[in-house]
């Protein structure tokens, strides 16, 4: 019952991720409005925009004009569904769920924005910013999150590392390699997991975004100096870094 209760919660707001992926890059309101059909602009009325099961019923077909419903949709709903499972297997009925809940929904929403339109919304990294600071003050929380000094001192580290990083590429290079809104976005993750995750997920996701343009390197479709979202890559390695985090840590105490 507690499942099926988490698993709807997932499919939910993993429509609403959806809207956010959807509207925040064209500067629209995400909760003004009703959903519509992207092609014929039709109104999606609600029993046709059931998570993941409305997608299944339509055969990936509009009901109106026919064409193909972006299966990224579906993907999406259901990436909220397992992230939202594991996380109440791991944590149970605690404020520590609920925490990890809106984080993961905010990684996938930048994961997607930023694959396709190289941002981060700032809406996004600024509020996380102050979530991740202000549960710091909680000492009741799980031992995953810091202090607020260990907060503070990794926010300010996650974004002074990567701003000299940007600043240091730009004299020498006289362009940009990561954006700001990297920066921000590892600011969130100092806040939120502590100033020892940053060096640690800094080299997971530089080997993650090496790996993933070698293919492409190899069959001369890029150059090195090609742009890459960097965004998808550092969620990818913070994952990696919480999953395997006692072992990091060990390697150091
Ligand atoms: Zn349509």
Redesign the pocket.
Known sequence: MDYLFVIILGGLWGSFANVCIYRMPLNKGVVSGRSY??????QITWKDNIPIISYFLLNGK??????PISSQYTLIEFLSILFFTIIYFLYGTTLTTLLLMILSLSFIIIFFIDLKHFIIPNEITFSMMALGFIKSFDPNLNSLFPNYINSLIGGLLGYGIIWSIIFFYKQVRKKEGMGLGDAKLFAVIGFWFGWLAIPFIIFLSSIIALLSVVPSLLKNSRTMSSQIPFGPHIIIGTLIYLFFENSFKSLLF
């Open positions: 059909c992207p092609k014929c602009k039709k509009c009901r109106k004009c026919k064409k």
